[in-house]
């Protein structure tokens, strides 16, 4: 089917849109996504034939007007780098692209722009994110927590990593069903201590500690440690 001039003059400024942000900012506890429903399901996933890297990628379009799709890809976890558009169609059977030009030790991440009849762009799907880099064997990092004698106050101990790649240790703390949070960091990597206050009614916290690379990847990192609370008596 030949695209009118309207639409590839449409294609074009949604191809530079995206080339300006594949993704603006990953999508983590953190940042959560935006509200709005994604106008594709987009799920990538790395595959290894015979020594070669590939990425298999399929969508689900949610958007009943599409008429196009186009397959971008943005290298790294968030897709901030050498962004690419690597396939099209105005096949609407076609649901699924194998991508063979990636690379070992690398990671990627896809995003699906869908196109309305005029060349539009009729929104995006989620990222979809594809790594070909082997999990790094990370070091178990000594931790001990316990009560003192001052009420509702924890004492953290942790030893020093031994792995010469950690550059800091952040000590964390999940309070009850809550999310993590960071209580201290110390850079250069170090042994150290923390003493954590506990909130009034809280039931259950959790600590566990850290150490990063230079690359802020997990170099290490302890077990879990647990120390409840019992529900004061009324």
């Known amino acids: 089917m030949t695209l009118t001039l309207t639409r590839r003059l449409a294609v074009v400024v949604g191809a530079c849109t995206l080339a300006a942000g594949l993704a603006?900012?990953?999508?983590?506890?953190?940042?959560?996504?935006?509200?709005?429903?994604?106008?594709?399901?987009?799920?990538?996933?790395?595959?290894?034939?015979?020594?070669?890297?590939?990425?298999?990628?399929?969508?689900?379009?949610?958007?009943?007007?599409?008429a196009a799709v186009e397959l971008w890809r943005g290298t790294g976890h968030?897709?901030?780098?050498?962004?690419?558009?690597v396939?099209?169609?105005?096949?609407?059977?076609?649901?699924?692209?194998?991508?063979?030009?990636?690379?070992?030790?690398?990671?990627?991440?896809?995003?699906?722009?869908?196109?309305?009849?005029?060349?539009?762009e009729r929104g995006r799907s989620n990222l979809s994110g594809v790594s070909f880099v082997p999990p790094k064997e990370v070091e178990r990092l000594r931790l001990a927590c316990h009560r003192t004698t001052v009420a509702k106050v924890v004492h953290c101990e942790w030893g020093a990593p031994a792995s010469d790649d950690a550059v800091k240790v952040t000590l964390f703390v999940l309070v009850d069903r809550g999310g993590r949070t960071a209580l201290t960091t110390l850079e250069p990597a170090a042994a150290g201590g923390f003493d954590y206050t506990v909130a009034d009614g809280t039931r259950l916290v959790r600590f566990a500690v850290v150490s990063f690379d230079a690359a802020g990847e997990v170099d290490g990192r302890s077990r879990v440690v647990p120390i409840a609370f019992a529900r004061p008596r009324r």
């Open 78 to 85: 968030d897709g901030e780098l050498s962004r690419v558009k």
């Open 24 to 66: 603006t900012a990953p999508v983590h506890a953190e940042n959560p996504p935006a509200p709005t429903r994604p106008a594709a399901r987009l799920s990538c996933q790395p595959r290894v034939d015979d020594g070669a890297p590939a990425a298999v990628c399929e969508w689900r379009l949610r958007a009943d007007d599409a």
């Open 87 to 120: 396939f099209s169609t105005d096949d609407p059977a076609v649901t699924r692209y194998v991508d063979t030009s990636v690379q070992a030790g690398e990671r990627y991440a896809y995003v699906l722009i869908v196109l309305g009849p005029e060349g539009n």
